[in-house]
């Protein structure tokens, strides 16, 4: 199977070695490769890889917003994060999203259940989006966005609540929360390492960070203030376990779970 990554920059991305892995702890390989993306080339990208004979594409920063607007169909999670990371290449281009589902995989294995809590999520991007859908699907009771533009955290905020009518979504300024997730790019490679949660806020229960492979500001400075922490390698290798699921062939929960505590190890 031949498969491959869109974004910029993906010159830190473990999905490579994660997926030729994965193929050989499967006994099928996998050819994977990233690409990194100039900005409105992501059409072109895409026809490419189609021609070279990729089964699927994965998407990553900034890309998932405009796969989304680029796939000729939607999966039902697609259009409730409103977001694609992973595009599926045949007679027709379908869009999905694996990133809500392997989040929640992740919450699930780290011991953190979302039902009746509050959640704070920082940023509204792609993976913001697919924050909240694990949110509303495993019955957060309240969920509040916050992020450098209002707008645009007020309108991921409206979208979500038509999904999920028993939590409540909201968006402004930061407020305390029992869980908080980082969906923003800081501590990722070629971006700023700095917490965004104000200091004035109380210690949530615990904190994510999708963020993988490091420690970041945003994880010391919540252990400081007395969370349990936890960066996004296992949603990493959840969401990626999901999308080889929606390019080749289905795996069961529990050869879901054993492949993922393999690739955990390995990958961290």
Known sequence: ???GLFGR???HSRSPKLFRRLGRLLKSPIAYEAV????????????WA???????????????????????????AAKAVGAVNALR??????????????????LKRAGINLKNKSVLI????????????????????????????PGKAKNVAGCLARHFAGTAFSAGTATNADIWINATPLGMKGYPDKSPAPRSLRSPQAAMDLVYGRKTAFLRDAQRRGARVHDGT???????????EFWGR???AERRTALAEILIKEIS
Request: proline fraction near 5%; hydrophobic fraction near 45%.
């Open 89 to 106: 290449f045949g007679k027709t281009l379908v869009g999905h999203n694996t990133d809500g589902d392997g989040l929640s995989d992740a």
């Open 250 to 252: 289905p795996l069961n």
């Open 50 to 76: 189609k021609v070279k004979g990729w089964s699927g594409a994965g998407v990553t920063i900034p890309y998932k917003l405009e796969a989304f607007e680029l796939a000729e169909k939607t999966t039902a």
């Open 1 to 3: 199977m031949k498969l």
């Open 9 to 11: 920059p993906v010159g």
């Open 234 to 244: 296992a949603m990493l290798i959840f969401q990626a376990l999901r999308a080889y």
């Open 36 to 47: 990194e993306v100039a900005p409105g080339l992501l059409p072109v990208a895409s026809a």
């Open 122 to 149: 920082f940023g509204a991007g792609g993976a913001a989006r697919a924050a909240g859908y694990a949110c509303g699907k495993n019955g957060a009771r309240k969920v509040r966005y916050t992020a450098r533009t």
